[in-house]
């Protein structure tokens, strides 16, 4: 069956180190997402890419970055800058051939720190 | 500024009891709607979307949502609550032809048995 892989399911960060969680998807999706939720905030968007080598900055960008050199997988690095990792963190992805398609979402990763 | 309204962070309702959830948005053009269910630990499953026509959408498990454009709600209803329904409940809108979703901040739904 298609969907979205996240990996690993939980993470842990030690101080001053930078982790990289990982997405894959075998939906054909041109569109990639990652979100950060903490509770009672929703989701927010990180990053998100509409095509292999390109993306752009969502709402929280900051102490965070991607890479899109594969239709099928947009890893996210929580690098030392991000001083409040520890969330839970969800990817995404759509088809873009018609506007009106939803989301599909992996099971996330969730992060904590050490 | 484009948003998102869940204006009930937490509902309890009884098994067999009839459910709304709340959902206003603000957008300056025809929004596209979302519903989304997120388990516990786990990613957000779709449970229904508008786009056009019909303004009464059904979706999975029971599921619908009334589309009033009049008062830029879209409400989330089912007749009758199962336990296993609990999750947290997640509005969206969606720019037209574009790919950002923005979301509430969600409703967490207890089920007392």
């Known amino acids: 069956d298609g969907g979205i892989t996240q990996s690993p399911k939980y993470l842990f960060r030690k101080e001053g180190q930078n982790v990289t969680l990982s997405c894959e998807q075998n939906?054909?999706?041109?569109?990639m997402y990652w979100y950060r939720q903490d509770p009672g905030q929703g989701l927010r968007l990180i990053y998100y890419s509409q095509i292999v080598n390109d993306f752009q900055k969502g709402d929280i960008a900051e102490g965070y970055s991607v890479s899109r050199e594969k239709k099928e997988s947009f890893p996210l690095t929580v690098t030392s800058a991000q001083k409040n990792p520890t969330a839970f963190y969800l990817c995404a992805s759509r088809a873009t051939g018609d506007g009106n398609q939803p989301q599909h979402f992996g099971d996330g990763t969730r992060l904590s720190i050490l | 500024a484009q948003s998102v309204t869940q204006p009930d962070i937490h509902i309890t309702v009884s098994e067999g009891a009839s459910l709304e959830l709340r959902c206003n948005y603000s957008?300056?053009?025809?929004?596209?709607l979302f519903w989304y269910v997120q388990s516990p630990g786990q990613g957000l499953q779709l449970l229904l979307k508008?786009?056009?026509?019909?303004?009464l959408v059904q979706g999975i498990k029971g599921f619908e949502a009334e589309f009033k454009r009049s008062q830029s709600s879209f409400n989330l209803r089912k007749p009758s609550v199962h336990w296993s329904d609990a999750a947290e409940y997640f509005c969206?809108?969606?720019?037209?032809?574009?790919?950002?979703?923005?979301f509430g901040a969600g409703t967490r739904l207890a089920v007392h048995p």
């Open positions: 957008y300056g053009a025809t929004p596209y």
């Open positions: 508008y786009f056009s026509g019909d303004t």
């Open positions: 969206a809108v969606g720019p037209g032809g574009y790919n950002k979703l923005i």
């Open positions: 939906l054909n999706h041109d569109a």
